[in-house]
């Protein structure tokens, strides 16, 4: 078999020196007020995917509002407000708290879930998605629980290659900051996933673009995330440490110079919809 050589945006059908970026929704199906900031960063900002928390209440009514939009799996295992909590879809054991819903932490899931249970879960969690009919383009994983231990991203790659499914990557520092190989067991996989991924919890989103999107490489795909939220009594109800990050990354989103910077630096913007293409087409 031949190996290939080519580049990710030169197999997605681009110039060598092109730029590509997904801007992605984490965190749809988590409120109503995520809805809806979500679905007007997709039709009229500069947010091009978004990806569902399967078991939150409000994610069916994400699924109805998104048909035909690009959509990932947020695989998740964690519930992480003090107040607002939900539970697996699958009820088993070991994935709950002794308050009966999805542990705050993902400290907590990896010391405590077995990981056939992780396996059953987020597999109930794709093919519930599937079921409600969207046409998932991607997976990625709530809080990184998926991402950062070896048992877990193990079942990652093998649930992306089940269900031919690109995924979201851990940053270039990945494969040194963790204890276990990441790109490579993913290539081996023929995982297609994106070259770069860039994010910073509470550091604004707007300044991070501004930082470093000119600073993307020539020939690369890099993925950003947002968790855009509208602000009101639902949001500050159950966000109560961390409220206004959501908001500003809404505005984020929003923001007339986003776009700008995005056209100023030449930049494409993508869904995981392409990925998902290649990976199939492989």
Known sequence: ??????????RLGHAP???????????LGSSHSANLAALEAVEQGAATS????????????AAQLFAGKDVGVHLTLTAEYPTYRWRSLTGAASLHDDEGFLPRTAQEVWAKASIEDVAAECRAQIDQALSWGVDVTHLDSHMGVNQMEARCYALYLELAAEYRLPLRMAGKAADGALAFPVRAPAD????????DFLFRWKSPTTELLQRHVPQTAAGSVTEFLIHPVLDGPELRGYDLTEAQVRVDDHACAMD????ALFEAENIELISFRPLRDLQRAQ
């Open 50 to 61: 978004a990806t569902l928390m399967v078991p939150c209440p409000w994610a069916l009514e």
């Open 1 to 10: 078999m031949a190996i290939e050589t080519r580049s990710l945006v030169e």
């Open 17 to 27: 020196d092109a730029r590509l970026v997904i801007l992605n929704c984490d965190d």
């Open 256 to 259: 007339p110079g986003v776009a």
């Open 188 to 195: 081996a996989a023929g995982i297609v996933y994106p070259d």
